[in-house]
T-cell receptor, first 108, second 113 residues
Framework: ELKVEQNPLFLSMQEGKNYTIYCNYS?????LYWYRQDPGKSLESLFV???NGAVKQEGRLMASLDTKARLSTLHITAAVHDLSATYFC????????WGLGTSLAVNP | ETGVTQSPTHLIKTRGQQVTLRCSSQ?????VSWYQQALGQGPQFIFQ???????GRGNFPPRFSGLQFPNYSSELNVNALELDDSALYLC????????????FGSGTRLTVV
């Protein structure tokens, strides 16, 4: 059974600091997704990573994929309060299997 | 029309009742998936439809059923509601030509009392 594990599950950061969220998955998958969810809201697509070694960046967020290690990272650079949200990774294009999410709080 | 729209946004039902949730897919997307997200959890895959046929199902009982229509809109039906069915229900549409990206609707918050 495909499992997706994220860590940490909770992250409290100071503004201006850098941090990385990790996403491990248990079987081969050549596609990985990162989504953002604000409280009570739907899921916003951040990145779709389609191949080994893929790296994508958008603003202060950068995602990478290592399919051999079955690992994706979401790196946050110089965090700002607006990044406070829950971040999910998911694998498998036919039926997305999700991690539990990382609840990020960026404090002044 | 762009984006995925779901209705209703909120719903309260009594245990044992039946409910129908609706989803209008993003224009050009022929695949729709439904997910259940309990509070504080990640979404759980319910099922997927492609061109009006069920194309995959998660670990949900038969009382969860769906339909996809020729215009690619979709319904999720849940019979004999249980308290544990209380959750946010999300639909997502996609098209293979777009790198398997998914566009999610804003969800329906179902409360079973």
């Amino acid at each position: 059974e495909l499992k997706v594990e994220q860590n940490p599950l909770f992250l409290s950061m100071q503004e201006g600091k850098n941090y990385t969220i990790y996403c491990n998955y248990s079987t081969t998958s050549d596609r990985l997704y990162w989504y953002r969810q604000d409280p009570g809201k739907s899921l916003e697509s951040l990145f779709v990573l389609l191949s080994n070694g893929a790296v994508k960046q958008e603003g202060r967020l950068m995602a990478s994929l290592d399919t051999k290690a079955r690992l994706s990272t979401l790196h946050i650079t110089a965090a700002v309060h607006d990044l406070s949200a829950t971040y999910f990774c998911a694998v498998d294009p036919r039926k997305l299997i999700w991690g539990l999410g990382t609840s990020l709080a960026v404090n002044p | 029309e762009t984006g995925v729209t779901q209705s209703p946004t909120h719903l309260i039902k009594t245990r044992g009742q039946q409910v129908t949730l609706r989803c209008s897919s993003q224009s050009g997307h022929n695949t729709v998936s439904w997910y259940q997200q309990a509070l504080g959890q990640g979404p759980q895959f319910i099922f997927q439809y492609y061109r009006e046929e069920e194309n995959g199902r998660g670990n949900f009982p038969p009382r969860f059923s769906g339909l996809q229509f020729p215009n690619y809109s979709s319904e999720l039906n849940v019979n004999a509601l249980e308290l544990d069915d209380s959750a946010l229900y999300l639909c997502a549409s996609s098209s293979p030509g777009e790198g398997y990206g998914y566009t999610f609707g804003s969800g329906t918050r179902l409360t079973v009392v």
